[in-house]
């Protein structure tokens, strides 16, 4: 579903209102299955067993592991679209990287968050400069840094083309950060690196935490799709009251 | 492209000495470090290395906003994006030439501020080593920053923000071939290599991506 | 045989779409006045065509000899515009010679020395002194003389002789003549007019509407 989703939005969708059209349709549908899928994943996950070792406090996992890979997964979606914008010039892309920013850095921050609160009763800090961690805090950086760059310049289309450069470099770049981040853990402070990913998955709680990322992934596209509608629409009135302006002009 | 250079180093000799004021910032910098941690030579020497590192990152941003605003400002921008000579290497050759007149003084100044850091010769050597390969990167990286300067009317500070995430693995490289350098058991040459390669790296992403920003930028 | 075609040449700053459907065609010798009141779109116009802005639809194609078919029109054309892009740090001599270094000759013609191209404009003298140090109308022609020192059929002028002195004036004429005499090309953007016999006028009036269709 979200394979064919993106490819329509750069090909087939040429025009805005088709787009609005679509969204209209399968957002109930998209909205239904999402919160379906949140009442199954946490049924599962406050009935599943807590680990014999971690308590309650496992069940954070739910949220933070799906958080974390979205975190990651809208960055690769920006850069896509950021693709789009530079290499096709379509205006749904410029829409589409600018309304995934927020989205990307309220994840981020729930992962960060949840995995500060995992990280207290676990190891005992609320935060180390654990590779992972401080790779995720960088992109995190990157996500603020962009919405900032979006609000301060006026006009929509440059604003979309230059934070669409700045996104490529930052694309190219995170894999070079979080690389360099182990190499940098490993070489100061060998001794303490804190495995996040744990005892090995067990069945019991794969199964929840596989939908509950399915949840969340599809909640992502919910919003994603809701936000891009909403932009769109804010465009259109800013056209409108543009018109208008130049309108009164010329008759005065 | 030689007159290209030639031009952009006189400039930032002559203009109001740009360079000058990278390494008065840097040296300011590092001088207030002893202030905040205490005057312990000990503990100096044993995080100099990292002070000087970040001392001529913050120093290298602080000129860089600057690259391609001030030939945008009398139009001298517009005459070099026509030219396909091509773009990109037009940009490098800024690129180069900015570090010429601000990366290198700062490169230079690194011994003096290592002595007052009460580092050893070798540590002094190693750093200075490494930012003569690092710092060029931190350019680079920069342009893209600058690129996107030329279209915020008020956007140095905003420009920082954006570059500094994207220097992180040349600050950590540089940084962990000055220790290893000192300590014994790291050896000198990976993270070093490492180095000279997020160095070359950055200067074909670096041009490219600020030769993007500005083609997509002008109005 | 030269020409530099516009097709349909569209353009928007921001959301407002400033002009729509321009087209044009000059053939070597030849001349186009684009006149208009404040804001109606000449700048925007003359920017496009030397490939600052990207148009939105249409395009810019230049056409000669030795032109290869795929070369960006930009690359044939001199531009003029309100700032002069002359350092105000280096001296007059310096910043000419940079441009003739850096633009070098477009094939087809050869550019005057710095010191011919400043004698030109009328300040043969005072090519040693700093940029900076000129009145405001001595810059203009100073960056005039850019146009001189390398060879580009094509010129594109953004009110050339705004805040000049009627002697100026003559002296751009005469140049701009001399240039199309030549086989040049010239596009120029002015509120006086520029004394160029047969030049073409094009009357821009602005503001073509707003980006609503995009939306």
């Not at chain 2, 200075?128 to 990167?137: D, F, H, K, N, R």
């Not at chain 3, 005039?144 to 000049?164: G, H, Q, S």
Request: glycine share 10%; charged share 15%; hydrophobic share 55%.
């Amino acid at each position: 579903m979200p394979e064919s989703l993106a490819i329509t939005k750069f090909s087939d969708l040429a025009n805005p209102t088709r787009f609005l059209g679509l969204a209209a349709r399968i957002l109930p549908w998209m909205a239904g299955i999402t919160a379906i899928l949140f009442a199954i994943g946490l049924y599962l996950t406050f009935a599943s067993e807590g680990d014999y070792q971690q308590g309650m406090t496992v069940r954070i996992m739910y949220v933070h592991v799906p958080a974390a890979w979205l975190s990651m997964m809208c960055y690769s979606v920006m850069a896509a679209s950021a693709i789009g914008t530079l290499v096709w010039r379509h205006p749904l892309a410029d829409v589409s990287h600018k309304a995934a920013a927020p989205l990307g850095a309220a994840f981020t921050l729930i992962a960060l968050a949840t995995g500060s609160l995992w990280g207290k009763p676990m190891w005992g800090t609320w935060w180390v400069w654990d590779a992972r961690l401080t790779s995720v805090f960088v992109l995190f950086l990157m996500y603020l840094g962009l919405i900032a760059l979006n609000r301060a310049m006026d006009d929509p289309g440059k604003a979309a083309r230059v934070s669409a450069v700045l996104i490529l470099v930052g694309f190219v770049n995170i894999p070079i950060i979080k690389f360099s981040v182990d190499w940098w853990n490993t070489l100061h402070q060998p001794a303490s690196v804190i495995r996040l990913d744990g005892p090995t998955i067990d069945k019991e709680f794969l199964w929840p935490l596989l939908i509950m990322a399915i949840a969340f992934t599809l909640l992502f596209f919910t919003l994603h799709i809701a936000a891009m509608r909403n932009e769109i629409w804010r465009r259109r009135v800013s056209a409108q009251r543009r018109m208008a302006a130049r309108m009164a002009g010329k008759e005065a | 492209m030689i007159a290209l250079l030639l031009r952009d180093l006189k400039l930032s000799v002559r203009a109001g000495g740009g360079a000058l004021i990278g390494v008065l910032f840097f040296m300011t910098v590092v001088a207030v470090i002893p202030f905040g941690v205490g005057p312990d030579l000990n503990l100096l020497s044993r995080i100099g290395p990292a002070i000087v590192w970040i001392g001529a990152l913050l120093s290298a941003l602080l000129g860089l906003d600057r690259m391609f605003q001030t030939d945008r400002e009398d139009g001298s921008l517009d005459l070099l994006l026509m030219q396909e000579h091509p773009l990109v290497l037009t940009v490098l050759v800024k690129c180069l030439a900015h570090w010429l007149g601000n990366g290198l003084p700062l490169v230079i100044a690194s011994p003096l501020l290592g002595l007052f850091m009460n580092m050893s010769e070798v540590a002094i050597g190693a750093t200075m080593l490494t930012l003569l390969v690092g710092t060029p990167a931190l350019t680079f990286i920069g342009a893209v920053g600058a690129a996107v300067a030329v279209v915020l009317p008020r956007g140095g500070l905003l420009v920082s923000i954006l570059v500094l995430p994207l220097a992180i693995p040349v600050l950590i490289f540089g940084v962990s071939a000055s220790y290893a350098a000192v300590e014994d058991p790291a050896p000198f040459m990976p993270p070093f290599l490492i180095l000279v390669a997020i160095t070359m790296f950055f200067a074909v992403i670096g041009p490219i991506g600020a030769a993007l920003a500005l083609r997509n930028s002008a109005d | 045989m030269m020409r530099l075609t516009a097709e349909n040449l569209s353009a928007r700053r921001g959301e407002d779409l400033i002009f729509k459907d321009i087209s044009f065609v000059l053939d070597r010798g030849e001349s186009l006045v684009l006149t208009g009141r404040n804001g109606s779109g000449k700048s925007t116009l003359l920017r496009t065509v030397a490939g600052l802005l990207r148009p939105e639809s249409g395009r810019v194609v230049w056409q000669s000899e030795s032109a290869d078919p795929g070369m960006r029109a930009a690359e044939a054309c001199h531009y003029l515009g309100h700032r002069n892009a002359m350092k105000a740090e280096m001296t007059v001599s310096e910043n000419l010679s940079f441009w003739k270094e850096f633009l070098g000759d477009f094939s087809g013609g050869h550019g005057m020395s710095v010191g011919e191209a400043a004698e030109s404009v009328g300040l043969g003298g005072i090519v040693h002194l700093p940029f900076g140090y000129l009145s405001a109308g001595q810059q203009r022609r100073m960056a005039f003389a850019k146009l001189l020192v390398a060879w580009r059929p094509v010129w594109i002028l953004d009110e050339p002789t705004a805040a000049l002195d009627v002697s100026a004036e003559e002296v751009f004429t005469g140049l701009i003549k001399e240039h199309l005499a030549a086989g040049g090309i010239a596009l120029a953007a002015t509120h006086q007019p520029l004394g160029l016999e047969n030049a073409r006028e094009l009357r821009m009036t602005g503001f073509a509407g707003v980006m609503e269709e995009m939306w």
